[in-house]
């Protein structure tokens, strides 16, 4: 990204981009995006895809650790709202900016304008998708990278970067996929058509088999900018940092590139004390930057694989190229890409979550805990209708946002009576419910400001005998501890195992089938914020809660944030 120096302002603010100097090196950076759908072939097929500014994925904002970001958002859509939300931005001080239709603000309005302005006070790997309805899906998201301040570095090296943005893509669009996911009986999304790398790939098609036999399948991308894989071109002898984050809307994934160790540095914004792996899983919602060096014969390219994982693999491996410079991209060698894991193979994916660790002298988590939640995640019926549950409530949004029905003491807006805290000691999470009916609901979890929350997430059986699914969950407006992982149902004597010498500060973390994880954050940020399974589809099918702490301390909230509702009606 390109500062502006005074003379061109004028020209850099018309093309949607401005700095303007605020404090000690800390900028302004200014954005005007328009959101419309438009034509796009993201694998090789025409579809309609979700852009902003002509662009998909949406442009990459870059800023510095300290700097404020100003984006405003204008609503192209002819039919339905727009939000946008900051996935990893903590929102201190700007709770109404944290882009979630119904929590923190109003949708905004086709024609609308809303101006998105906050600080990002950390350095690390974020990116940015739409929180309304399932437009995430439908292709509305882009990378935000916070580089360190003026004069300060990473705990690390490297000569270069790399950005990698993830995604998972259907050709059925997002409107059919919500009517049927709220239909009776319901008609489940599918898997992928295709896996993206920054939003490219390639629908039935052997890439691998493209370069070596030109004839074979029915790729289609060459000559096709919007779906030919993006080359990652690399000197030999050099340590590279590469990003990536994913924002899928149901795969988790599995990255690894051929003949080439990965160290891994950074998990969502926080440092983590290295290690080395050969191949890492990324769950929806997750961030990480892996150094890589290329000391490998630069005389061949080599392939970077994206693969299913967590799920029975249905799509095909999304490649790109490993490309040393100055080797020709086209010359591939015979061999074949890295092979994905097997899908189930759990304990793969537990030996890498449970390496990583702290950065030595990153902040310790409190000792002890104010108030401890569990969370029973579980499938059911609610009306005929198949949902997900938390503590037997499916979430469902009320019309009004909590932040401002909160601050202006609305209570009628959302159900009063908070969900529970705990579930049924008798619960068997190894077996389909023996009631598998649940309820509705829109109540709010009210927690006391600056005190310590335990969150337990269990995982349990799913309505189908003998089936318990992956789910990445994310939290807003905070990072947590993750203070371990385990099998079965969880039980008191299970404190006895958490690490709280050195346990990574994450914003998403993954419940395993039939397992617990268990986290621990400092309700600290005043606000209400929205904790929820980062699967699309899930979060339709209400697999969320919210949290409330300390709204009184919210200052000012701007208009046009809660100009909807009954807040609509108060501010009138």
Not at 61 to 86: P, Q, S, Y
Not at 100 to 121: E, L, M
Not at 551 to 559: A, F, T
Request: hydrophobic content about 35%; charged content about 15%.
């Amino acid at each position: 990204m390109m500062g502006c120096k005074s003379m061109d302002v004028v020209l850099c603010c018309i093309i949607g981009l401005c700095l303007v100097q605020v404090s000690l090196g800390a900028k302004a950076r200014h954005f005007k995006w328009e959101v419309e759908y438009m034509y796009r072939s993201p694998d090789c097929l025409e579809h309609i895809v979700l852009g902003i500014n002509g662009q998909f994925p949406g442009p990459t904002i870059r800023a510095n650790a300290g700097d404020t970001i100003v984006v405003e958002l204008t609503n192209k859509l002819h039919t339905e709202g727009v939000v946008i939300h900051w996935h990893g931005i903590r929102q201190l001080g700007t709770p109404w900016a944290d882009g979630t239709a119904s929590i923190s603000q109003c949708a905004i309005n086709p024609g609308d304008t809303f101006k998105y302005r906050f600080k990002v006070d950390r350095a690390g790997t974020y990116f940015y998708h739409g929180h309304y309805g399932m437009q995430r899906s439908a292709g509305l998201y882009g990378s935000l990278i916070v580089d360190m301040a003026e004069g300060e570095k990473e705990p690390f090296h490297y000569d270069a970067e790399l950005n990698l943005l993830l995604s998972d893509w259907w050709h059925k669009g997002v409107h059919e996929q919500e009517v049927g996911l709220s239909s009776i009986p319901m008609r489940w999304i599918g898997e992928p058509q295709s896996l993206l790398i920054n939003g490219r790939g390639q629908y039935n098609c052997s890439m691998a088999a493209k370069f070596s036999e030109p004839a074979v399948g029915q790729c289609k991308f060459r000559g096709n900018e919007e779906c030919a894989p993006q080359i990652l071109k690399v000197h030999p002898n050099k340590t590279y940092r590469l990003r990536i984050a994913s924002t899928t809307a149901l795969a988790s994934l599995n990255l690894a590139i051929q003949g080439h160790k990965m160290v891994v540095v950074e998990a969502d914004g926080n440092h983590v004390q290295p290690f080395v792996v050969s191949d890492l899983d990324i769950y929806s919602g997750e961030s990480y930057s892996v150094l890589l060096t290329t000391d490998q014969n630069p005389s061949r390219n080599y392939w970077v694989s994206i693969g299913v994982r967590a799920r029975e693999p249905k799509t095909r491996q999304a490649l790109t190229i490993l490309n040393y410079s100055p080797t020709s991209a086209s010359k591939i060698h015979a061999s074949q890409p890295p092979v994905t894991p097997a899908w189930n193979d759990y304990n793969h994916s537990k030996s890498f979550t449970k390496s990583i660790y702290a950065l030595m002298g990153s902040p310790k988590p409190p000792e002890t805990f104010h108030r401890r939640i569990l969370l029973l995640n579980t499938q059911n019926r609610v009306n005929g209708f198949i949902k997900w549950s938390i503590n037997n409530v499916s979430l469902v949004l009320p019309p009004t946002p909590y932040l401002g029905s909160i601050k202006f003491g609305l209570t009628n807006a959302f159900d009063q009576k908070s969900p529970p805290d705990n579930f049924d000691s008798s619960y068997d999470i190894m077996k389909p419910a023996t009631n598998q009916n649940a309820t509705q609901g829109s109540g709010i979890y009210t927690i006391t400001l600056n005190t310590t929350v335990d969150v337990i997430l269990q995982n349990a059986n799913a309505l189908a005998e003998g089936l318990s699914e992956v789910h990445p969950w994310h939290l807003h407006g905070h990072d947590f501890w993750v203070l371990g992982y385990g099998e079965g149902k969880f039980k008191d004597e299970d404190d006895k195992t958490f690490n709280l010498k050195n346990p990574p500060l994450r914003n998403t973390a993954v419940i395993f089938p039939y397992g617990w994880t268990a986290l621990r954050f400092v309700a600290d940020n005043p606000g209400v914020w929205a904790f929820h399974c980062h699967i699309e589809p899930h979060l339709h099918m209400g697999m969320g809660v919210v949290f409330a702490e300390g709204v009184h301390r919210v200052g000012q909230i701007p208009r046009e944030a809660l100009a909807c509702g009954l807040t609509g009606n108060k501010l009138n």
